[in-house]
């Protein structure tokens, strides 16, 4: 599935393991596992803003070309987002889940049009787009992320898109440990959107493997749902197919219907789609 309405962002180029992207009126050249095609234009033709060099001991920087600004928004669609390039060659926003904006923004506007709130639990939130997208369209958003600093970028992003306050509630804590303690609450959701990184590491020094812990968590999740709306699972995890990610809501979640997809975004050559992880969503009936 392609990324849909995008203005302010547009892959310039792709191959040779690197993407050139325009994010409104910067232009970015990082790396990118995917494009392992031989380049579809000559980078050197394009002055780029900034690139992204990965260094031997497994990390990197960026060589600022030209003066940029240190933090900037796009947007999409009638929603922005701030920008802000990070010493892990990320920008704070994935451009690629627009496809799952779309889709779970039409879910809660149909409920909202009804006079109904969804309430979501947004585990591993990062930034907060879906928080902040899936808000402005009148969802209550509890928005989980283990990480301060994206918890108050998230922040920022609801308050750039006009976000009342009462539809989101803001939580800096280990996913699972959180989950775990909304059981014993007895708090209840109607969707779940988890967003997990392929390793990572608590405040606690908790390890997290995707491939190992996934499943566990899904099923425990599953305890805070009451006549589930949606659960959506992203999945960046080189390894894990969007079958496996269907496979593991059909065995979780009651009956309903299960999607699994590749999850891309155009680019400047006709036919070539930059794959960049997938997704899988289900759906009550």
């Not at 990965?54 to 933090?71: H, L, Q, S, T, Y």
């Not at 997809?261 to 992880?277: D, F, K, Q, W």
Request: aromatic share 10%.
């Amino acid at each position: 599935m392609l990324a849909p309405d995008w203005k302010d962002y547009k892959i310039l180029g792709t191959g040779d393991g690197l993407k050139l992207e325009r994010w409104k009126d910067i232009t970015l050249l990082r790396p990118d596992p995917q494009a392992i095609w031989r380049a579809t234009v000559d980078y050197s033709r394009y002055d780029c803003h900034a690139r992204y060099e990965r260094d031997r001991a497994g990390g990197g920087r960026w060589i600022v070309n030209k003066p940029m600004p240190e933090e900037w928004t796009v947007e999409w669609r009638d929603c922005k987002f701030a920008v802000k390039p990070t010493g892990f060659k990320h920008t704070g926003l994935f451009p690629e889940q627009a496809v799952n904006w779309a889709r779970l923004s039409d879910t809660v506007a149909t409920y909202a049009d009804k006079g109904k709130t969804v309430k979501i639990l947004n585990l591993f939130a990062y930034t907060g787009a879906s928080t902040a997208v899936l808000a402005k369209r009148g969802a209550h958003v509890t928005h989980v992320d283990a990480a301060k600093g994206m918890v108050d970028r998230a922040v920022n992003n609801c308050r750039l898109n006009g976000v009342p306050q009462e539809n989101t509630r803001f939580i800096i804590d280990d996913c699972k440990k959180f989950v775990t303690r909304e059981i014993k609450r007895g708090k209840k959701y109607d969707a779940v959107i988890m967003d997990p990184p392929s390793y990572g590491r608590g405040a606690g020094g908790e390890i997290w493997k995707m491939e190992d812990d996934i499943f566990d968590l899904v099923k425990l999740t599953v305890q805070v749902l009451d006549a589930p709306k949606f659960f959506l699972i992203n999945s960046y995890t080189t390894g894990l197919q969007s079958q496996t990610i269907s496979n593991i809501l059909s065995l979780a979640m009651p009956c309903g219907t299960v999607e699994g997809y590749e999850v891309c975004l155009p680019t400047e050559r006709s036919g070539v789609a930059l794959p960049c992880g997938c997704s899988g969503l289900w759906t009550g009936r």
